[in-house]
C-alpha cells in the first residue's frame, strides 16, 4: 500500500510502498499482550532477596533451659517466629524471563505496526536528521507535526543530533530499528518511522 512521506515541516515529500504483510495482519491483542508480558518479565533484576535460618547472624545458642519458664520450647533463635529470625518462604534470588517462541513476538510487533496504521497513528518520516542537536528546534517540528507521544524509529542508527535534541523532550523517544518492540510503539501514542526505517523492518520481519 501507497503511505505518505512528509519531512520535519510536515511537508508532503513523496510516499513509500508499506508491506501488507507487516502493515496490514490481523490484530492480535492477545500476542501483543504475552509479549509485553515478556517483555517486562524480562528486563526484571531479580534481585530481591530475604535471609533463611542458615543466614541470619544470630547465636545458634538455645535462647533459654527446656523446662520450667512457662514458655514455649525453643531451640534457636533463628527461627521466623522469633524477632530477628529468618523469612519463611521469601523471595529468592531469580531470573523473572519467560520463553517466548519468535513467531509469536514477530507477530506481536507486525501487530502493532498494524494497528498504529489502522488508527492513522503512523507517520512515515523523510529523514530524521537537524543541523545542530537544539531540542528548541525539534519541539518546533513536533508542534507542527502535531506530536504529542510519538516514538521516532530511524534506521540502523539514529542521527546524533536528532538523537541529543530528542532527549530534553517530554513524550519523545527514539530509537533505532533494532530497538523497535511491541510495548514502546503502544505506550506511545504517535508512531514515526523514517524510509530507512520502513526498509529495516521490512527486512527484519521478512
Known amino acids: 500500500m501507497q503511505w505518505d512521506v512528509v519531512n520535519l515541516n510536515n511537508e508532503t515529500v513523496g510516499t513509500v510502498e508499506l508491506d ?79 520463553d517466548l517462541p519468535k513467531k509469536v513476538r514477530r507477530l506481536a510487533l507486525k501487530s502493532a505496526l498494524s494497528a498504529k496504521r489502522a488508527d492513522g497513528l503512523l507517520v512515515v518520516l523523510d529523514k530524521a536528521e537537524l543541523t545542530e542537536p537544539k531540542s528548541k528546534a525539534l519541539a518546533a517540528h513536533a508542534v507542527k507535526l502535531g506530536w504529542q507521544r510519538a516514538l521516532v524509529i530511524d534506521g540502523e542508527v539514529v542521527e546524533v543530533n536528532f538523537a541529543r535534541a530528542a532527549r530534553n523532550l517530554i513524550g519523545v523517544d527514539v530509537l533505532p530499528t533494532q530497538g523497535a518492540n511491541v510495548y514502546d510503539i503502544l505506550r506511545h501514542g504517535t508512531l514515526v518511522l523514517t524510509r530507512a526505517a520502513v526498509d529495516k523492518l521490512k527486512e527484519r520481519l521478512a
Open 20 to 98: 501488507e504483510a507487516i502493515f496490514a495482519v490481523d490484530v492480535r491483542p492477545d500476542v501483543m499482550a504475552r509479549t509485553i508480558n515478556w517483555q517486562l518479565a524480562k528486563r526484571r533484576a531479580g534481585t530481591h532477596k530475604t535471609k533463611l535460618r542458615g543466614e541470619v547472624a544470630r547465636t545458634a545458642k538455645k535462647p533459654f533451659r527446656q523446662k520450667g519458664t512457662g514458655h514455649a520450647r525453643q531451640g534457636s533463635s533463628k527461627g521466623p517466629h522469633m524477632r530477628g529470625g529468618a523469612v519463611v518462604f521469601g523471595p529468592l534470588v531469580r531470573s523473572h524471563a519467560i
